[in-house]
């Protein structure tokens, strides 16, 4: 069966960090695109991050370039999303996704969508 289970999440204040992870199984995460997605209250799912197989490429939303970076050990069949210098409008809940392909070309489209996991809160706040 394929699953993805996301944790790391967590309070934390404005300018902190966390570690989001994300284990897969049934299925070899190394041959699979990831996306990290993240879901606001009143605020349109955003596309934070992707991370391609066939060269390790990485994608980033605008809003988090510079802040988060994006990695994989294919050896624990487990991506990561690193979240630094987080802002209180970081405040989400964070999803894994298996894409489809293994690129991060137009990731973000629905199109794109394999499997989600059941997603992580992360809160920013003083």
């Known amino acids: 069966q394929v699953r993805l289970v996301e944790s790391g999440g967590g309070l934390v204040q404005p300018g902190g960090s966390l570690r989001l992870s994300c284990a897969a199984s049934?299925?070899?995460?190394?041959?699979?695109?990831i996306g990290w997605f993240r879901e606001a209250p009143g605020k349109a799912r955003e596309g934070v991050s992707c991370?391609?197989?066939?060269?390790?490429?990485?994608d980033y939303a605008d809003s988090v370039k510079g802040r988060f970076t994006g990695s994989r050990d294919n050896g624990k069949n487990t991506v990561y999303l690193q979240m630094n210098s987080l802002k209180p409008e970081d405040t989400a809940v964070y999803y894994c996704?298996?894409?489809?392909?293994?690129?991060?070309?137009?990731?973000?489209?629905?199109?794109?969508?394999?499997?989600w996991g059941q997603g992580t809160q992360v809160t920013v706040s003083s």
């Open positions: 991370i391609g197989s066939s060269d390790g490429t990485t």
């Open positions: 996704v298996r894409l489809w392909g293994r690129s991060c070309t137009e990731w973000v489209s629905p199109s794109r969508y394999a499997r």
């Open positions: 049934g299925f070899t995460l190394e041959y699979s695109a």
